[in-house]
């Protein structure tokens, strides 16, 4: 049980372009989802939480109007990066938290994207 | 406030000895502790939580921790390496102070020599 999905695993696209990388749970409803961004040899930096149907809270320092997170619905969320450029590369991880054990979060695989 | 020290960056043991990764947290809340790891090019897997129940954890592939309260320590352990262990290991504390954002430390890559 608990599992997170990330779609695409893997995205190569043109700076200026945007793209869009999808979050899904599974088998349980996420009450919050977030976003985290890793870079190499780094630890994962949180990004944004969201709620279902609400907007997302941004960390301090991440542009919002950059980094586009929707949570249209209980086991959906997506992160648009826009007009991005080579140094939104990067590899994005999402994680869900459901109502049964709200302290603890489930990751998804990750996705990697490069930008040329 | 939480935050995470894990102490070693980079910890080298030899196939069969004792693996020890130190984590060391701070929380003004009752701390819900996790220890996950890393392959390259993949999300995160959990080894391990601590929850407020038994301050003896036992986790996957062999791997435990103790919760130690006086010592704000949760380190991981496993008696013996395995060279599929070698990956990049992070600790996070977690606990409801308005929210329950993970805070990780990080990390530290073991590698495990032949």
């Known amino acids: 049980g608990a599992v997170v999905s990330q779609h695409p695993s893997r995205v190569i696209c043109k700076s200026g372009t945007s793209v869009k990388i999808e979050c899904r749970s599974l088998?349980?409803?996420?009450?919050?989802m977030f976003w985290y961004r890793q870079f190499p040899k780094k630890s994962l930096m949180l990004m944004a939480t969201?709620?279902?149907?609400?907007?997302?809270?941004?960390e301090q320092g991440v542009e919002k109007d950059k980094f586009l997170i929707n949570h249209a619905s209980l086991t959906l969320s997506t992160l648009t990066v826009t007009s991005a450029h080579p140094e939104d590369s990067s590899f994005y991880i999402c994680s869900a938290r459901g109502r049964k054990s709200p302290y603890e979060q489930y990751f998804g695989p990750g996705t990697r994207l490069t930008v040329t | 406030a939480q935050s995470v020290t894990q102490l070693g960056s980079h910890v080298s043991v030899s196939e069969g000895a004792l693996v020890l990764l130190r984590c060391n947290y701070s929380s003004s809340v009752p701390p819900y502790l996790f220890w996950y790891v890393q392959y390259p090019n993949q999300g995160l897997q959990l080894l391990l939580k601590?929850?407020?129940?038994?301050?003896l954890v036992k986790g996957i592939n062999g791997f435990e921790a103790e919760f130690k309260k006086s010592e704000t320590s949760f380190h991981l352990t496993k008696p013996s390496a395995h060279m599929s262990d070698a990956a990049e290991y992070f600790c996070a504390v977690s606990g409801y102070s308005g929210t329950y954002k993970y805070i990780f430390g990080t990390g530290t890559r073991l590698k495990v020599l032949a």
């Open positions: 601590y929850t407020s129940a038994a301050t």
């Open positions: 969201s709620n279902e149907g609400s907007k997302a809270t941004y």
């Open positions: 088998d349980f409803q996420a009450t919050t």
